[in-house]
């Protein structure tokens, strides 16, 4: 890779386009003082990313574009562009040529441009740290800073021998890791702070999202629970009304088979007491017993009169009474006795004892044997006998009526017997039908109940707002179970109360709560696990770091003893790392250590750097440098009157140097040395015209020889 190009267009005093072609491994500029040859220098250093204004001898960018003079307006921009040969691919790009360009304007706006893209100062010094072109700029020395890498503090040194050894991409993977690594780190802390401060109102939103969840596992048991008491409650009722009509069926049969068989009892009842009623005792039947009992009574008065006046008669009369008489006597005694027995009115009695009472008197002396007197008259006796077959005769028609009245009675009483015996099966069947009647007032107390049962089974249905098609489920096994299962109802029913309202939106708030907690700790597990890597990655940097530049300044040390003993003619020079020391903390302070130089000039006693003439500083510094250079050569190297302190004697070694190197890398010198520029193969000359433009001829050694040899 080499430097192609490099095109300055209103940079300080180039207010027109120029361009320098370096075909050359090296390319000398040359010019009298303030034609503008250092501004060449400024133009490169500042391309590659400079940041220091007092470097590039200016105090601001606008101080960068052309000014203009008396002959020449001022420019409103400066652009420098530099072009690489990148055939071998040193750049990580996919391009042959590499374009670096950088745009000032006045107002102060930078831009950088590569291959007519605009990126990043950062995306600038990334590339060039590849192949060794760091913002130390080691690899360009600017007029008068020829011993600047022995003034050098040793830890400047240090960077200046990475950046030459290519290190410097790694110092950068380390700087944007130790970057990476800071921003993780106060990362880490946010999010564990952002977690803190998550986790009371996190721990807060748990328990309400608990409280929730339970809320909703009691809803949803309450739910599952009503829907299968609601299911079996009505399959219960169902069953207990089927239940109840099967109950009753026997008993509405029952009664009406007890009521049919009162009617017809009751039926027959009436017609019997019809018949009852039909049958009475004949009232001509009575009259003619009561004539019948009045002329009886009439022909024993007669008959006892009669009687008495055959007794009157023969009361002085004495014999003996026959037993015929005397059972004639008696027989109408007894029938008398028997009539009177028919009577029922006490006067008729009260009359016939009386007769009764003559006919014993007459019979007891007839027992004593007292002799009847002799009727008088045979009138009397008949009489007598007509008064007692009258009296026979009457008592027949009463017998007779008797009979017959007796009959009637007895038909009456049996038919008062079968309605005694009737009214005796109705009031049994009576008594069985209010037995029926009262189980059927039992069955609708209980259809009443099934009735209020459904009732507040709607109800609860209504109260617990179930809706849709209720399901039949399984009966209930008995009351107990369907008390235990209202009974748990009721305390799920409590717990929700006691759970009270939560607004749905907490377990949402809780749910997006927890996801970004969650979210927060995979977080900072993938930060933890950044800053482990991270942490891993800068501990592989830093071995790399230390093995490549040990090994480096190794060669490096050996390279500068080489040329150091080339420019003085011997002596000795050596590199070596001081280690830094460590502070109060144990820790290592990086500002202190670094790499020292030592040297032992020939034929002198040296004791430090700052013995040395300037014409050996000088010697040493690009015998350092070189070293650098020829190590890990950048793409180029420039050096600004590197040789300005030097004699005849050391500019003679000076160019064979720069011979040896270039056959490293591509060289661009400016000088005013003669034998340096002999050693160039390419010359540019920059003038300074009346319009105060620096302008540049060119000349290429060969083509001059070559013309020179044909003239």
């Known amino acids: 890779m080499q430097l192609k190009s490099l095109t300055l267009s209103g940079f300080k005093s180039f207010g027109k386009t120029t361009i320098f072609e370096f075909s050359s491994p090296v390319t000398a500029i040359v010019g009298p003082n303030g034609s503008g040859k250092s501004n060449v220098v400024e133009a490169i250093r500042w391309v590659l990313g400079e940041q220091s204004m007092k470097s590039l001898r200016g105090k601001k960018g606008e101080d960068l574009i052309f000014n203009g003079s008396e002959l020449s307006a001022r420019l409103g921009r400066a652009e420098v562009k ?15 040529d590499v374009v670096v360009a950088r745009r000032v304007m006045r107002d102060g706006t930078n831009e950088y441009v590569l291959n007519g893209s605009v990126v990043r100062l950062k995306d600038i010094y990334g590339m060039l740290a590849v192949v060794g072109l760091g913002s130390t700029q080691h690899h360009i020395i600017s007029q008068g800073e020829v011993d600047r890498i022995l003034w050098a503090s040793p830890r400047e040194r240090q960077e200046m021998i990475e950046e030459s050894l290519g290190l410097k991409e790694y110092h950068l993977k380390k700087r944007e890791a130790e970057r990476k690594l800071a921003e993780t780190a106060a990362n880490v802390r946010q999010v564990d702070l952002q977690r803190k401060e998550l986790a009371p109102h996190l721990k807060y939103l748990a328990l309400q999202s ?17 829907r299968r008491y609601i299911s079996c409650e009505h399959a219960t009722i169902i069953a207990l009304e089927q239940m109840d009509r099967e109950e009753e069926k026997p008993f509405l049969e029952k009664r009406k088979e007890l009521e049919h068989e009162i009617s017809v009892l009751t039926h027959e009842i009436h017609a019997a007491e019809k018949t009852y009623s039909g049958v009475h005792m004949n009232k001509e039947i009575n009259e003619k017993l009561v004539d019948l009992d009045e002329k009886q009574k009439n022909l024993n008065r007669e008959l006892g009169r009669v009687e008495g006046a055959l007794l009157t008669e023969g009361n002085n009369e004495v014999g003996t009474v026959s037993p015929a008489e005397f059972l004639r006597e008696l027989g109408d005694a007894i029938l008398f006795v028997d009539g009177l027995m028919q009577k029922d009115s006490f006067e008729s009695l009260k009359s016939g004892l009386k007769d009764i009472k003559v006919m014993l008197e007459s019979l007891r002396k007839l027992c004593r044997g007292e002799k009847r007197a002799k009727e008088g008259d045979s009138g009397l006796r008949e009489k007598k006998r007509v008064l007692g077959e009258q009296l026979r005769e009457i008592e027949k028609k009463i017998n007779d009526l008797r009979e017959q009245q007796q009959e009637e009675t007895t038909k009456r009483e049996s038919i008062l017997g079968e309605l005694r015996e009737q009214e005796h099966h109705i009031r049994e069947y009576e008594h069985e039908l209010e037995s029926v009647r009262e189980k059927l007032r039992e069955v609708e107390f209980a259809k009443e109940k099934r009735h209020e049962r459904r009732a507040e089974l709607a109800n609860f249905i209504r ?10 489920g399984n009966v209930f096994r008995d009351d107990a179970e369907r008390h235990t299962l209202v009974r748990a109802i009721e305390r799920l029913r409590i717990k929700l109360e006691e759970a009270g309202g939560i607004d749905g939106s907490v377990l949402k708030e809780f749910d997006e709560t927890k996801n970004r907690d969650e979210f927060l700790e995979r977080e900072l597990e993938d930060l933890r696990k950044a800053v482990r890597s991270l942490e891993g990655l800068m501990k592989e940097l830093d071995g790399t770091l230390k093995e490549k530049f040990v090994g480096g300044l190794r060669k490096i040390n050996e390279q500068f003893q ?16 001081v280690k830094p020391e460590k502070n109060e903390d144990g820790e290592e302070d990086n500002t202190a250590g670094g790499v020292e130089i030592s040297v032992d000039v020939p034929r002198k006693r040296l004791r430090s750097l700052d ?6 500083r000088a010697l040493t510094s690009v015998a350092l440098l070189f070293a650098m250079s020829a190590i890990h050569p950048p793409p180029f190297l420039v050096l600004d009157e590197t040789d300005a302190a030097l004699d005849e004697a050391n500019s003679g070694r000076y160019g064979d140097l720069v011979d040896e190197l270039s056959r490293k890398l591509q060289l661009v010198i400016i000088t005013h040395n003669r034998q340096t520029m002999e050693h160039a193969g390419a010359l540019f000359g920059v003038t300074m015209d009346s319009a105060g433009f620096s302008r540049i001829l060119s000349l290429k050694f060969e083509e001059a020889k070559e013309y020179a040899s044909t003239e």
Not at 463 to 472: A, F, S, W
């Open 82 to 96: 530099l072009v690489f040969d990148n055939s071998q691919r040193r750049f990580p790009l996919e391009f042959d």
């Open 611 to 616: 013995m040395l003439s300037g014409g050996e």
């Open 562 to 577: 080489s040329y150091f003993k080339q420019m003085f003619g011997g002596g000795k020079a050596s590199l070596y790392a």
């Open 463 to 472: 109260d617990m707002r179930i809706d849709g098609e209720q399901k039949t």
């Open 210 to 226: 608990e409280k929730m969840r339970a809320h909703e596992d009691f809803k949803k048991e309450l739910d599952e629970k009503v």
